[in-house]
C-alpha cells in the first residue's frame, strides 16, 4: 500500500537528519509539497497565496508555461557541463544589455558566493583590503558578509560585529561598518581611512528604501575617494525595474551582484562590472599577481540559464514592471486600509516589488530605527495570515507575477482576519 506522509511525519523526519529540523533558511514548521502559479501547497494539503516566492526568484509564479517548457527542451541536451555552453554565453548577453554597470559578467551558482567574488575583485582592483558595509546589509555567508547583519550587540561604528560563530577576528578587522542612509557617516570614515577598497551597499537594504540622494551621494563620495561602489542586486536585479536599483535610481555602481531571478529558480547568479575591472579573471591580462582565480562546477550551467533567460525575455515584455508595481500597490494598500481603520500603529517599509509592515509609528530608515518593529505583533499577523492561507517570510512580501485578482480577494480576507487577531491580541 502507499504510504502518504503527513506533514508532521515529514517534520520528524526533518528533526533527525537535518540540524535544527530544517535548511536553515525558513520556519521547518512547514513542508512545501509543490507549486503553481501563485499558489503552493503543504504537505497536509494546505493551500496559500504564495508571497515567499523561494525568496524572490520565482517572480513569474511557479511552473511558468514558457519557463517550464525551455528547461523540459534543455533537459535532454544536458544538464551541466562545465564547459562553456552557448546557453550560458546568450544569458551573460542578455544580462550585459539589460544592466548598466555590466559589460561582462562572471557566473557562479549561488548570491553569497557573487557577493564574496564582488569582495576580492575590489580588493584585487584596488590592492587594498578594507570593505566597508552597513549595519543590517546582507550580503550572503562569507565571513566578510556576516559582519553586523544582525547584531544583537550595539557597538560603536565602525566596528564590526560577526554574527556567526567560526569567523576569525583578523576578518573584522578589514570590514568598517556604518549605518545605513547616513552620508556623514560614510565621509567621515572615507576620510578617516585610506585603505578602503569599496563601499558595498544593498540599493533596497533588505526592505529600507535609500533616502533621495543616498545612493548618488555614495557614489560621488566613491568618486572623490577613489573607491570602488559595489551594489548588491540580488534581490533588486530585474525586480525594481529589468536594469534593477541601478536603472531604478539612476546610479550606476562599479560592480553589482545578481541572483535570484536570473536563474529562473535554479541555481545561479554572477557578478558583473566593466570589461577593466573583470580582467582581473583574466590571468593573461593581468599577470600571476592580480589574478582572481575563480571556478564553480555548475557555473552558468545550461538549465539554469534556460530558465533565466526565458524569465528574462517574459519580463522584458511591455507593462510587466507596471502591473508588478500595481499588485504590490494593492497588497499594501489593502493592509494600510485595514491597519488603520483598527487604529495599529503601522509604516509600510520598502518598494511596491518588495516590502513589509513595520509595526511602529516611528520612521524606519535604517537598522537600528527598524528594531522599534514590534516583533511579537508582527508573528501573531504573519502567524494569522498563514493560517488564512497566505504564504509569507517574516519581514518581506515579495508579490509575483502570476497574483490574480482572485489571490488578492483572498489576501484580503486573510488579512482582515490578521488585523483582527493583533487588535484581540
Ligand atoms: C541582498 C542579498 N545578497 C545576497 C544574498 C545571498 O544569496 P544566496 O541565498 O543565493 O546565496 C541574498 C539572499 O537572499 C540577498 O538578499
Redesign the pocket.
Known sequence: MLKINTQSEWIDRANTVLPAGGFGNFDPGIIIARGEGSRVWDEDGNEYVDYLIG?GPMLLGHGHPEVMEAVLEQLPKGMTFFANNARGIELAEAIVDAVPCCEQVRFVA???EA?MYAIRLARAYTGRDKILKFEGG???MSAEAQMSLAPSRRVNFPQAVPDSAGIPESVAEQMLVAPYNDLEAVENLLNEHDDIAAIMV?PLQRIIPALPGYLQGLRDLCDKHNVLLIF?E??TGFRLAFGGAQERYGVTPDICTL?KIIGGGFPL?ALGASAEIMKHFDKAQVGEEGWLMQLGTLSGNPVASVAGLKTMEVLGREGMYDRLREIGAELQKMQVDALTQAGIPHRICGDETLFDIYFTDADCRDYRSAQHDDPQRGALYNATLRANGVFKAPGKVYPSLAVTAADLEHTRLAVEKAVQAISAA
Request: net charge negative.
Open positions: 525568496s549561488s548570491g553569497g557577493d546582507y550580503h550572503g544593498e548588491d540580488i534581490v541572483g547568479a
